[in-house]
Nanobody
Framework: QVQLVESGGGLVQAGGSLRLSCTAS????????MGWYRQAPGKQRELVAT??????TNYADSLKDRFTFSGDNANTVYLQMNSLQLGDTAVYYC?????????WGQGTQVTVSS
């Protein structure tokens, strides 16, 4: 099993930036994929970005120009979000996969104001 703890969310004005962090603990060496999803009010959870253990990344096309996903090659991944827009308001969830089983963090709220 793995535990995921996110941090870094908050309130930011449109055009601003935030950096989210997610630290994994537990069976971190069994993680095959790790990344971020988000869920806006009234909408389904959607992909932001993921990375596999082999280094392959997958970004949502609409976000790749403003969001940067990175990791420290240990147990922490980051999501740098720039030029934030009102539509980026959502709960951002850290995600990990081990042997086909999905794990989720508790989520961190990002609110973009005008």
């Amino acid at each position: 099993q793995v535990q995921l703890v996110e941090s870094g969310g908050g309130l930011v004005q449109a055009g601003g930036s935030l950096r989210l962090s997610c630290t994994a603990s537990g069976d971190i060496f069994r993680i095959s994929t790790m990344g971020w999803y988000r869920q806006a009010p009234g909408k389904q959870r959607e992909l932001v970005a993921t990375i596999t253990r082999g280094g392959s990344t997958n970004y949502a096309d609409s976000l790749k120009d403003r969001f940067t996903f990175s990791g420290d090659n240990a147990n922490t991944v980051y999501l740098q979000m720039n030029s934030l827009q009102l539509g980026d308001t959502a709960v951002y969830y850290c995600y990990a996969s081990i042997s086909g089983r999905d794990y989720w963090g508790q989520g961190t709220q990002v609110t973009v104001s005008s």
